[in-house]
């Protein structure tokens, strides 16, 4: 989905067909101002980068424009790139899809912290038994020629 895209019927945000592979929101969609820039970096850079609040010493990712704990503005200077390594904090394996089908493949889910941050995102080329909570990952990309400015440009996260 490109993400200015216009829905012109509002209905069809008002139903998912649980047989779909996609919810159809057509809407026009903004990431905001700091999740605009995030996906630009993910996009043109293959960095993915956060916003650290001095303060409070915590990093968010993705970026934010605000401290959720003192409130306080996050500003250019506070835009950090956090590599593309993070570690595995938790994970799970789905073997159904959606619609309650059996997958032919089993896919797995984690949470990896990444500088005090946590991203969800897809675990690959390895299977459950390879994984250990605590364990490095990193990111894999798109080629850059196939991005989008999405969090999909990330393929994965694969064990080091
Ligand atoms: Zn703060």
């Given at each position: 989905?490109?993400?200015?895209?216009r829905n012109t019927r509002n209905?069809?945000?008002?139903?998912?067909?649980?047989?779909?592979?996609?919810?159809?929101?057509?809407?026009?969609?903004?990431?905001?101002?700091?999740?605009?820039?995030?996906?630009?970096?993910?996009?043109?850079?293959?960095?993915?980068?956060?916003?650290?609040?001095?303060?409070?010493?915590?990093?968010?990712?993705?970026?934010?424009?605000?401290?959720?704990?003192?409130?306080?503005?996050?500003?250019?200077?506070?835009?950090?790139?956090?590599?593309?390594?993070?570690?595995?904090?938790?994970?799970?394996?789905?073997?159904?899809?959606?619609?309650?089908?059996?997958?032919?493949?089993?896919?797995?889910?984690?949470?990896?912290?990444?500088?005090?941050?946590?991203?969800?995102?897809?675990?690959?080329?390895?299977?459950?038994?390879?994984?250990?909570?605590?364990?490095?990952?990193?990111?894999?990309?798109?080629?850059?020629?196939?991005r989008k400015g999405e969090i999909?440009?990330?393929?994965?996260?694969?064990?080091?």
């Amino acid at each position: 989905m490109a993400i200015l895209e216009r829905n012109t019927r509002n209905i069809d945000n008002r139903y998912w067909n649980p047989g779909a592979e996609y919810f159809p929101v057509k809407n026009r969609y903004t990431a905001g101002v700091a999740g605009q820039r995030f996906f630009e970096e993910l996009k043109e850079k293959g960095k993915i980068f956060g916003t650290k609040c001095e303060t409070c010493n915590k990093t968010y990712i993705p970026a934010r424009l605000y401290c959720e704990r003192c409130f306080a503005r996050l500003e250019d200077k506070d835009w950090v790139d956090v590599g593309t390594e993070g570690t595995l904090f938790s994970f799970t394996v789905v073997h159904e899809t959606k619609s309650g089908e059996k997958k032919e493949k089993p896919s797995i889910i984690a949470a990896i912290n990444i500088s005090g941050s946590l991203l969800i995102h897809r675990l690959g080329e390895c299977s459950e038994e390879d994984l250990q909570i605590g364990s490095r990952v990193k990111a894999k990309f798109k080629p850059q020629a196939k991005r989008k400015g999405e969090i999909e440009d990330i393929l994965f996260f694969k064990p080091l």
